[in-house]
């Protein structure tokens, strides 16, 4: 059942997160899920998103660190990252320099967009499919979210974003599921990006995750009535309105453009007056 969260405890901050995560105490945080830019040259409003490797690389410990730092024993932090086809090896490479100061304990895949065989054998496409134009490279239809913790060992609450069986026939008889119908969900998890008209107006933002990723990370790492969920690099605030919904009491967003938090302080305001995990979300 989720908390009730209160608007004072949700903070968006304009400052650079690695003098914000600075100023944080030492393991005060339970949750980060964050999507950083991913130096591909993304057209942000504020920041330059193209910087040499190595100083890119530099730049992802310094944060990092800090949030090693902030985060709680039994913490998360689930890092989502993309690629590019000329740069195919990038979330890799992080995730290897990363994986110096934490464990890497999961790792999912956001799908965005997949085709499957009904029962009768025809191909059903669904999600959101954005074509490439290219002879050797096929079309880009996932993410990575890479989830890590301090030593690997973290219990997580499987069944909070679990899936009901299909044959359900057993379930009473198995000691696992405790007499519930529900399984785990696995690490494919499929999450299109909501349909929007006008780009400018319904997401002005150029890369975003959709409310629902942020709260899988949120609900499978398992929330408490003090529950401080963390995300550095905020955005339109996705990761704000899914810790929202799952009743996570306090959150901490930072983001070096105004405008970008402006759109996520209206949204979740908007959203206040609903009961948490009901809130009504704008296009992601
Ligand atoms: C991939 S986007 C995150 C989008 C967010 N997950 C959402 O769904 O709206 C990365 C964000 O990091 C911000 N940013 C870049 N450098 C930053 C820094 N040093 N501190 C805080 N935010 C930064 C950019 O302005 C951009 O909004």
Known sequence: MPHSPSLDAYQLIREDCCVGLRNMPEASVDIVVTSPPYNLGIAYKSYKDKL???????????????????????????????????????P??????????????NTFHWIKSITV?????????????????????????????FHFSHEGNVSLDRRAIGVPYQDKSNIGRWKHTEGGDLRCRGNNWFIPYKTIRQRDKDRPHPATFPVQLAEQCIRIHGVHERSHVVDPFVGLGHAALGAWNSGVARFTGFDIEESYLKCAREQLEKNAGEPAGQAELFSD
């Open 52 to 90: 040499p490797m190595e100083a890119y690389l530099e730049w992802t410990m310094d944060w990092v660190s800090e949030l090693e730092r902030v985060i709680k024993p039994n913490g998360s932090f689930f890092l989502n990252l993309g690629s590019a086809p000329s740069q195919p090896l990038m």
């Open 92 to 105: 890799f490479q992080l995730a290897v320099a990363i994986g110096e100061l934490w464990t890497l304990q």
């Open 117 to 145: 065989e009904t029962p009768k054998g025809d191909p059903m496409s669904t999600g959101h499919f954005k074509p490439i134009n290219s002879k050797r490279f096929v079309t880009d239809c996932h993410e990575y979210i």
